[in-house]
Structures are given as structure tokens and as C-alpha cells.
């Protein structure tokens, strides 16, 4: 066999080794999906989604656990998005190319890269003890608000990066202050992309668990929280509280409820993914 | 108040918020060397590090983090050597075999992979995968390192797949041209031409890879189980840094006591090898993108 | 009356020098054209009248810059003063991703003009000057980005003109467009010097000698010669000049 066909030979057995292994990824989340929906799906009634936890798995619902969701959600989105788009807004556009401003950078580097659970003993130790905010939805939603600062911070200075120079040009030509420029033409023109970003963020927030389980969010709450104060628990915590019981059913429970879990995760992945698209196309002007 | 003023005060407080990101790394380090601190003033680091039994919670004490190491890493090699050749795989064929359509389509599909929420990837280790490892090898266990590998595997595959691919697209098409236009096949281009000039960024890839392994604790704490075994069977159970901090969080152990004080001594070793982890990929990627630039 | 005047200026963009020794006055309603072939130095020195240079990392410059008789480079300067007395005209068309009248009025807006009535009134005497208001006064709330090159080009001018302005910088505002709109932006410049001080930076020697009163021209970093628009162009003293202009080189 001569080289050049040998050469061939090897190149469409790569092709279908390629095809085979990006089709396989979508293979296996097409089982997961299968198989998930088919588990839980029969399971989830009204009941399911209005009931307290209970140590009968027929009786037992999400509600005390998609409610903590909603309140960890917007308690961690109303603490981390100031502190995140200014904090991306400074670095991006005050920070000079000196060396703190590169110690900084490496510094959310780093922190997009440590284990989630480690934010959980920060948080333990900090907010749980240190502040007495207790296992309380104020100590998870401050933890899971760090957590998710370095998505934040990188995805504002992303969406800033795009804007075109000629923009800014523009205004500081006719006279606009640096602030002016940023609140009047930049943040708006990069709002799409930062948008996208916070909501990736808070997606990514509310699949959680680790660093809640370690600030001691509650495995079993009957009762649903009413003030930042109350204790809590959290869908994925109450995934997992039931998928580690050995009873069949409440295996099926969990997998109900991981299917109303998905769903939220989906829809809010899917809003940003559409509102990038929009706004990809709006920049190209 | 004057517009000079109130540019510097928009200043200083977006600053401040810059600098509170300094505050947390600070925060971290303090707070896990402090307690690591009184951990390690009753147990010498040098019984942290080889003793080969870690039984804080049973009557019998030992403190050797080498079971929970060496959990970590039969998981994460597992899930390594999975993810890594059919994430760069699939990252190649993306890139240089794929049409616009297939790519178009694929991508959204990595994305949703690596949004389902980690808890999600722990069930159906625990339902599909073991049992179906159950069906054809002998002696796996209900929990098991090969399971919770395999699927943490296939959890970061988009991960690997998705940084490579902007790694290959990053290479100058004029690289491309020259390697096509002397007569390569696409797989020697992007083997023997591409691949080599984005290996920087296929490498942090890899090693952000392997830091999301380390540091993955509900896919373990679920499928890998709860019993530290000082083993490189990935049929046994098994139990993981991250799954032991979980394991004493749910349970009733007294604040200040040496067995809760075990939870930091666990988590500064994570950090630590995570924070190189991140620095070293850090300064490849600088070097990288210098050179494309 | 001179009303920019450049003494012994230099410029730098860190090892390059870009400027070297620029003696130069400009007086009061005239249309100066800065001509040179590329990498001259007439942007550079253009951008520097409203320090537009200051975003350019490693710029440095010696000697003095005034306007109106005051250094532009001053530790006290007002940024913002200086460019609502000195306003500029890019390259491409850089309108706001506004609409019509929100671009013009944006000027207004952040210093602090609140008055609806005049921003309305001010908006319409800077569109009118710009001869844009008869194609748009019906459109006002239209995305700028839906008027043409030309159209865009003219709305950058109101823009400027809306702040009242004295003196005008254009970094060569026709070279985007078309000849139809380049000619209608010239047609308004000979309008506009009768109110204000332009300086226009150009590629096109033809344009320069259509337009301009004076004219300077730049060479490797250093003015080689600046007089008359119909001295320079018939007669010039400097025998580069005269090369660059017949297109010996360039």
C-alpha cells in the first residue's frame, strides 16, 4: 500500500472516530434524559410541587425546596451583581497595565478555579460563625455570591472588551468624563453580553450544593423560609438528601424533582444563549 | 459637588469592589490555614502525610490523608483519561473536519452538558452507570471509583472539548494553508501542524480539567461512597477529599473539635493543589496568547 | 488673530518620534488642510489639539500647544471644556447607537442641559447647519444607523456643532465616503468657516486645494512648509513640497 493511501486510510478513520465520539456525547445525554424523565416524570403532580418534605416518600414534596431556591437566587443575584459588574467595569476600564492590576488578574483566575466546596468552609467560617448569620439563607446566599463573582467579573470584562473603540472615541471626543462615556454609550452597548453572563452565573448557582451542604443548609426542613434568616434547604440539596436513601421511591422522587431542577437550569441557560445571539448580531455594526 | 469629585468617588468605589475579589482570596487562606493551624498542633503533618488510615470518626483515630488522596485520584485519573482523548478528539474533528452546520448544532449540546447541575451527573452514576458496570465486570461494587469516574469523565469532556477548540481556532489559517498546500491530509494537519501550535492552550485545557476534577464533590459523594480506602481498584469504594468534607458537614460533629478541625486540614490540601493547578495553567495561557498576538 | 499656535512641539509614541519641532499659527475662520503621505505626523499633531493622543499608551510630548492663547497640555485643563471648544470629526462615521436626535443631543445632555425646549431648539440648529435637517426632520427618532455613509458622516458634524464649538477638527471625513457625500461635506465646510476654525487632515490634494485657505504640509514627522492653499499648490518654496504635490512620491 503506498504512503498517500495509507495516508487517506488513517484520515477517514479519524473522521468517523471524530463523528463517533461528538455523536456519543449525544448519546449519553440523550440516555441521561431518557432515562431521568422516565424514573420521575410520572411523579410529579401538584402535590409533588406543593408539599413539605416528609419521611414517607409518597407524601413528600419539593416545596420547601424550590422556594429555598427562588430565595437563594435572588438574595445571591442581589449581592453578587453590583459587586461583580463594578468590580468587572474598574478592572476592564480604570485598570491600568501595572502590576496590581495583573495581580488581581491572576487572583479571579485563580478563584474561578477553586473547588466550590472550599467556598463553603470560607463561608462556614466567615458567615455561618464568624458573623453569626447561622445556616441561613443570608450565610448561602453570601457564599454562593462569591462563588459565582469570578463568572460575573470575567463575563463584564468579555462583554466590555467588545465594544468598539470608535464608541468611546466618539464620546470623549465631544467632551463626555470617563464615567459619562461608560454610563451613557459603553455599559449599555456591552448590557447584552453582561446580561448573558450574570444569568449563566446564577444558573450555575442554583445547581449548588457542596458549599451549601457545608454551611449546613438543612437536609429536612418542613416549613418554608419567610426571612433571610430562616434556614433553608435548596433543590439539588434535597435531590441529593433523597437519592441517598436506599428506598426505591424516594429515588424516584429524586429523579422528579431533578427533572423540575433541569427544567429551570434549561430555561435559564436557554434565555442566554438567546440573549447572546442578540446581541452578538447587534455589536457587528 | 463638582465633576471632578464625583469622577473620583465612581472611581474609588469601583476599585473597591476590585479589590474585595483580593479580600476573598485573603479570606480563604486565612481561614483554612487558622483552623488548619489547631488541627495540626495535635496531629504532626508528618502522620498527616503517611499514615495510610483516615479515621477521624470511628473510636480507633487516624489521620493519614493519603486514603483520601488517593481517592481523589483514582477518580480524577478516571475521569481524566477518559475525557481527555475524546474531548481533544472531538475538538479536532470540530475544528478542522466538521461543516459550519454540524459545529452549529454540536455546540449548544456541549453547552447543555455542562449545564446540568452536578447532583443531576451523581444520579445517574449511582442508577445507570454502576449497575450497568454491575452486568459485566465482576466484584464492583454499590459504590465505586470507576462509576463516579466515568461520569465526572464525561461531565468535563465539554469542558476540555470547548477550551481546545478555541485553542485550535486561535492558530493563524496561514499555518493551515502551508500545511495543506504541501499536500497533507487533514488529519496530518491537524495532528502534525495545528495541534502542536495550539499545545499551550490544549494543555491548560487539560490541567483546568483536572482542577474541576479534584475539586468535584456531589458526583463522588454520591456514587464513589463514603469509606476511605487506600486503593487504586476502581471497583471499590472509595472516598474523596471533597466527599469526606461533606460527609462530617452532614453529620453532628462539635465545633472546634479535632474531627471538625479534620474538614480544613482536607481543604487546604485541595487548595493547595488546585491554586497551583490554576497558576500554572494561568501563566501558560499568558505565554500563549502573547504569542498569537 | 491667531487661535492655535504650536511652539517647538514634539511628539513621542515611546521610542518613535513622531513630531519633530512643529512651529505652527492658525488663525481665526480659516480651512487649514494638513497633507503628507502616510506615518506624516498630521494626525498625530491633529489629535493633539483635543488630546485625543492621551489614550495612546507611551505618548509623550514637549513643547507648547495653545489655543486661544492658553496651553492645552496645562495641569489644570478641563478635558471636557476643551473638547466642547474644540470638537473633532473621525475618520468613519461614529455615530451613537442612538437615534438621530438623541446622537445630537447627547452633548447637551451630559453637561447637563436639561431644558426640553432648547435641547430640541439646538438639536435643530445643528442639523440645519449640518444641512441634514430637511432628509431627517421627520425621522428623528430613527436609529442613526439607518441613514447612509454620508448622512452618518453629517450627523458626527451636528453632533459637534451642537455644543458650540469654535474651532473644528477633521481627521479626513470624506476619505469613507462616497464622491457625492465627499462633495456635500465639502460644500459645508466652505459654509462652516464663515462661524468657526477648521483644520482638516486630507489625503486628497485635489480636496485640500478645493477647500482650504492655508495649507501645511508634514513629511516624516516635520512641517515642511505652511502657507497659502494657492502658494503651496502653484508655487511652492520647498522643493519636497514640490515633489509631494506634482506625486513624485507619496
Sequence with gaps: ??????????????????????????????????NIVSEGLSRI?????????????????????????????????????????????????????????????????????????????????????????????????????????????????EALKAVPKTLREASYGIGATKWQTIWYQVLPAASGGILTGIILALSRAVGETAPLIVI????????VPTNPMDEFTVMPMQIFNWISRPQHEFLVNGAAAIIILLLITFIMNGIAIYLRNKWQKKINW | MNRKTTEKIIEGGLALCGALTILVTLGIIWVLFSESVNFFSEVSIVDFLTDPEWTPLFTQKHYGILPLLSGTLLTTAIAIGTAMPV????????????????????????????????VVYGFFALTVVTPFLQS???????FNALSAGLVMGVM????????????????????????????????????????????????????????????????????????????????????????????????????????????????????????????ISYWIKKRFQEKYE | MKIIEAID??????????????????????????????????????????????YVEGFRKEGTLLIDGKDVYRKKVKLEELRQHVGMVFQRPNPFPKSIFENVAYGLRIRGVGNKKEIEERVEKSLKKAALWSEVKDSLHKSAYSLSGGQQQRLCIARTLAVKPSIILMDEPASALDPLSTSKIEELI?????????????????????????????????????????????????????????????
Design chain 2, 87 to 118: 474531548g481533544l478528539i472531538i475538538a479536532v474533528y470540530l475544528s478542522e473536519y466538521a461543516h459550519k452546520k454540524f459545529r452549529s448544532r454540536v455546540k449548544p449540546v456541549m453547552e447543555i452538558l455542562a449545564a446540568i447541575p452536578t
Design chain 1, 45 to 157: 403532580d401538584w402535590q409533588f410541587i406543593s408539599s413539605l418534605p416528609s419521611r414517607k416518600a409518597e407524601r413528600a414534596g419539593i416545596l420547601t425546596a424550590w422556594t429555598g431556591t427562588v430565595w437563594i437566587l435572588s438574595l445571591t443575584a442581589i449581592i453578587s451583581i453590583p459587586f461583580g459588574v463594578s468590580a468587572g467595569i474598574y478592572l476592564e476600564e480604570y485598570g491600568r497595565k501595572n502590576r496590581l492590576a495583573s495581580i488581581v488578574e491572576v487572583n479571579i483566575a485563580n478563584l474561578a478555579g477553586v473547588p466550590s466546596i472550599i467556598y463553603g468552609l470560607l463561608g462556614l467560617e466567615i458567615f455561618v460563625r464568624i458573623l453569626n448569620f447561622g445556616g441561613s439563607l443570608l450565610a448561602g446566599s453570601f457564599t454562593l455570591a462569591l462563588l459565582i463573582l469570578p463568572i460575573i467579573i470575567v463575563a463584564t470584562r
Design chain 2, 156 to 279: 468535563i469532556v465539554p469542558m476540555i472539548s470547548s477550551l481546545s477548540e478555541d485553542a485550535l481556532f486561535a492558530v493563524p489559517k496561514s499555518l493551515r494553508e502551508a500545511a495543506y498546500g504541501m499536500g497533507s491530509t487533514r488529519f496530518q494537519t491537524s495532528f502534525k501542524v495545528i495541534v502542536p501550535a495550539a499545545s499551550s492552550g490544549i494543555l491548560v485545557s487539560i490541567i483546568l480539567a483536572v482542577g474541576r476534577a479534584i475539586g468535584e464533590t456531589m458526583v463522588v459523594a454520591i456514587a464513589a461512597g463514603q469509606q476511605p480506602t487506600l486503593t487504586f481498584d476502581p471497583r471499590q469504594s472509595v472516598e474523596t477529599i471533597t466527599a469526606y468534607i461533606v460527609q462530617v458537614s452532614l453529620g453532628d460533629v462539635q465545633h472546634g473539635s479535632l474531627e471538625y478541625n479534620t474538614i480544613f486540614a482536607a481543604g487546604i490540601t485541595l487548595f493547595i493543589v488546585t491554586f497551583i493547578l490554576n497558576h
Design chain 1, 216 to 223: 449546613g443548609a438543612l437536609a429536612y426542613v418542613p416549613f
Design chain 3, 190 to 250: 466652505a459654509e462652516l468657516k464663515q462661524q468657526y476654525t477648521i483644520v482638516i487632515v486630507t489625503h486628497n490634494m485635489q480636496q485640500a486645494s478645493r477647500i482650504s485657505d492655508h495649507t501645511a504640509f508634514f513629511y516624516l514627522g516635520s512641517l515642511i512648509e505652511f502657507d497659502k492653499t494657492n502658494v503651496i499648490f502653484t508655487n511652492p518654496a520647498n522643493k519636497q513640497t514640490e515633489n509631494y504635490i506634482t506625486g513624485r512620491f507619496g
Design chain 3, 9 to 54: 512641539v514634539n511628539a513621542y509614541y515611546g521610542e518613535n518620534h513622531a513630531l519633530t519641532n512643529i512651529n505652527i499659527e492658525i488663525k481665526e475662520n480659516t480651512v487649514t488642510a494638513f497633507i503628507g503621505p502616510s506615518g506624516c505626523g498630521k494626525t498625530t499633531f491633529l489629535r493633539m489639539m483635543n488630546r485625543m493622543n492621551d
Design chain 2, 136 to 142: 459485566f465486570i465482576p466484584g464492583v461494587s454499590t
Design chain 1, 1 to 34: 500500500m503506498s504512503n498517500a493511501t495509507v495516508n487517506r486510510a488513517i484520515d477517514l478513520l479519524f473522521k468517523y472516530t471524530g463523528i463517533f465520539c461528538t455523536l456519543s456525547a449525544l448519546v449519553i445525554l440523550a440516555i441521561f434524559l431518557i
